[in-house]
């Protein structure tokens, strides 16, 4: 995520400069910690997002989006899922590259399954009538 730090909004990684007021947008590495609304995470938050600094300062070139993983996560989303969150933090593009499959998989999933109930369902009407 992306900030404006005169509009004080969040844009996609994607908007460079603010559609609003058109100055340049800052990488906002507090997004994390604004969405978490309970105080008492807060701290939690603060010093877990310091840590993951350091450790991102460490695996940087170690974070690339990966084919292999996103084709394990199409064709298992369950395991994509769980690649997602557990790398969401540390590997940011690596998480995208098996959350993104796994969803899209999740998704035509349920469309393909709800256009069958449809095809079976139509069929049982046609048997009944
Ligand atoms: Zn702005």
Redesign the pocket.
Known sequence: MKK??????TFDDSVTY??????K?EDDVQFTSNTQTNDSYAYYDQSAMQQNMNANAEAKKEDAGSWGFGILSFLFPIVGFILFFVWRKEFPKKAKSCGIPALVSFLINIVSSVICMVFYYSLLVGQMQ
């Open positions: 404006c730090t005169y509009c004080n909004k603010c559609p609003e007021c058109g100055s947008l």
